[in-house]
T-cell receptor, first 112, second 115 residues
C-alpha cells in the first residue's frame, strides 16, 4: 500500500462547480497534513494545512479524519484558475528533518 | 526576497557525465531539501540538511551527493549520470518543524535529461 494515495483524475468540471478530492494515508502516527498545488511544469506551492477540526480558506475547505486516515479538499465555485494538480502531503512524524511524503496528485481541469 | 533559486533550468547530459545542480535560498532557513519528480509520480526526497555542515539521506540517495557549507547554498552533485536520473529536480527550504512556520518553499526546478 502506498504511503499516500490519491485518485489521479483528471477531474473535468465546469466553472462554478463544487469538486472534492480525497486522499488516504497509511501511517496512523502521521503528525501533519497539507494540500499543495502544482501548476503544469511549475513547483509545488502550499495551498493549506489541514487541521483536525477542519479549516476553510475562502473557497477551499480541508478536512481530516484520523480514525479513517483520510484527508479531503473541497473547492467551491471553481474558477478556471483552479486548474492544476493538487498534492496531498503528509508529515509522518516529528523530527527527522521535517520530511514530507507526497501523493502523486489529483489533476483538476476547470472548463468554461 | 528571491526565495529559493535553482540553476540551471534545463540540462541535457550524456551517460557518464557529471554535473552540479545549484540551489540558493535567501530566507535564512536552516532546513533544505532535494526532491526528484518523475512523470505521474510523487516527489521523492533525495537528501536533506538541517543546517550548515549537516546532511542526511532521504528516500532515493543513490547516485547523488550533497554538501552544505553555508546556510544559503545546498548543491546536488550527480556523478556518472544514468538515464534513470532523467527527472525534474526541486530544491526546497523551510524553518524547523513547528506550528505554522515550517512550510516548505520550493524552487522552480531543474529539468534534467540523460541520454
Amino acid at each position: 500500500r502506498k504511503e499516500v494515495e490519491q485518485d489521479p483524475g483528471p477531474f473535468n468540471v465546469p466553472e462554478g462547480a463544487t469538486v472534492a478530492f480525497n486522499c488516504t494515508y497509511s501511517n496512523s502516527a502521521s503528525q501533519s497534513f497539507f494540500w499543495y498545488r502544482q501548476d503544469c511544469r511549475k513547483e509545488p506551492k502550499l495551498l493549506m494545512s489541514v487541521y483536525s477540526s477542519g479549516n476553510e480558506d475562502g473557497r477551499f475547505t480541508a478536512q481530516l479524519n484520523r480514525a479513517s486516515q483520510y484527508i479531503s479538499l473541497l473547492i467551491r465555485d471553481s474558477k478556471l484558475s483552479d486548474s492544476a494538480t493538487y498534492l496531498c502531503v503528509v508529515r509522518p512524524f516529528t523530527g527527522g528533518g521535517n520530511k514530507l511524503t507526497f501523493g502523486t496528485g489529483t489533476q483538476l481541469k476547470v472548463e468554461l | 526576497n528571491a526565495g529559493v533559486t535553482q540553476t540551471p533550468k534545463f540540462r541535457i547530459l550524456k551517460i557518464g557525465q557529471s554535473m552540479t545542480l545549484q540551489c540558493t535560498q535567501d530566507m535564512n532557513h536552516n532546513y533544505m531539501y532535494w526532491y526528484r519528480q518523475d512523470p505521474g509520480m510523487g516527489l521523492k526526497l533525495i537528501y536533506y540538511s538541517v543546517g550548515a555542515g549537516i546532511t542526511d539521506k532521504g528516500e532515493v540517495p543513490n547516485g547523488y551527493n550533497v554538501s552544505r557549507s553555508t546556510t544559503e547554498d545546498f548543491p546536488l552533485r550527480l556523478e556518472l549520470a544514468a538515464p534513470s536520473q532523467t527527472s525534474v529536480y526541486f530544491c526546497a527550504s523551510s524553518r524547523p518543524p513547528g506550528q505554522d512556520t515550517d512550510t516548505q518553499y520550493f524552487g522552480p526546478g531543474t529539468r534534467l535529461t540523460v541520454l
